[in-house]
């Protein structure tokens, strides 16, 4: 029987990959599941699994470095978050991956694959020279100072918002909508023509973060979020009545520690 370990640090994530494959590859056992890479390491050599599924964001060691770790004694499927540029990298690779959350289809071509290389004895390809250059890839590109101000025409006058003062932005067909605390912090709302996505590449990705496909926040300004609807959650502001949705994709964002 061949044998699998799944590493993940969200747990409901970990359980639902697990359930998915028992129904896409019965005869898979799931022997080992580990909360970051320093476990997922120690479980590897402590029951040396056929197939290691690591995600490429954990604490202790990235997937990345597990699969280092490992080398071609395993074959790795790597479980990545929605991304532009973890995307591109694996698309233009050899590496089998997962997007968060893992649907049923995908995994199916995946399980797939890896019973036809097990079946041929095919090696695994995990070697150094291909995780360096996946590490490569997934790095984004460098860019300048983050941005501190955007600049907002309300009426006959152009606003200068600092950044710090933003609780979220949000697409708006062609527009994007600035929700920022203004004068004497009460809540303000404007429209500029920049994407959503041009400002998100400018800004501190420490400080702003996508939360849904069409929406991001500003961390600082973030007072709780409450579990949702439908594998989702509600996020909740400091200094504004607005609740928005936190898709599943970003879920992990928000997770205890």
């Known amino acids: 029987m ?6 993940d640090d969200e747990p409901l994530l970990r359980d639902v990959l697990r359930g998915l494959l028992a129904q896409q590859w019965p005869e898979l056992q799931v022997v080992a599941q580990a909360r ?4 997922a390491v120690e479980q590897f050599e402590a029951l040396r699994p ?8 954990m604490p202790g060691l990235s997937g990345i470095e597990v699969a280092r770790r490992i080398g ?27 997007v968060k959350p893992v649907q049923a289809a995908r995994l199916a071509d995946t399980a797939q694959r890896l ?4 079946r041929l004895e095919q090696p695994a390809v995990a070697t150094e020279a291909l995780l360096t250059q996946l590490a490569e890839r997934l790095k984004p590109p460098s860019v300048a100072a983050p941005l501190r101000w955007i600049r907002a025409a309300i009426g006959p006058t152009v606003r200068l918002i600092p950044v710090d003062d933003i609780d979220y932005l949000r697409s ?10 203004g004068d004497g912090g009460k809540p303000a709302e404007a429209l500029i023509r920049t994407s959503l996505k041009t400002l998100l590449e400018q800004l501190d990705p420490a400080q702003f973060q996508q939360v849904h496909r069409a929406v991001v926040v500003n961390l600082h300004a973030v007072s709780h979020v409450t579990p949702g609807l439908n594998e989702k959650a509600d996020l ?17 964002l928000f997770k205890a520690e």
Not at 36 to 39: A, L
Not at 75 to 96: C, K, M, P, R, S
Not at 238 to 252: D, G, I, N
């Open 36 to 39: 970051n890479g320093i476990e």
């Open 115 to 118: 019973r036809e290389r097990l």
């Open 50 to 57: 056929a197939v290691c599924f690591l995600d490429v964001h």
């Open 2 to 7: 061949t044998t699998a370990l799944i590493a």
């Open 172 to 181: 708006d067909e062609k527009y994007t909508l600035v929700a920022w605390r």
């Open 236 to 252: 909740h502001f400091k200094h504004r009545a607005e609740v928005l949705p936190v898709s599943r994709t970003y879920l992990h």
């Open 72 to 98: 071609r004694r395993a074959h790795v499927v790597f479980i990545t978050a929605f991304d532009h540029y973890a995307l591109q990298a694996f698309e233009h690779g050899v590496f089998d991956y997962l």
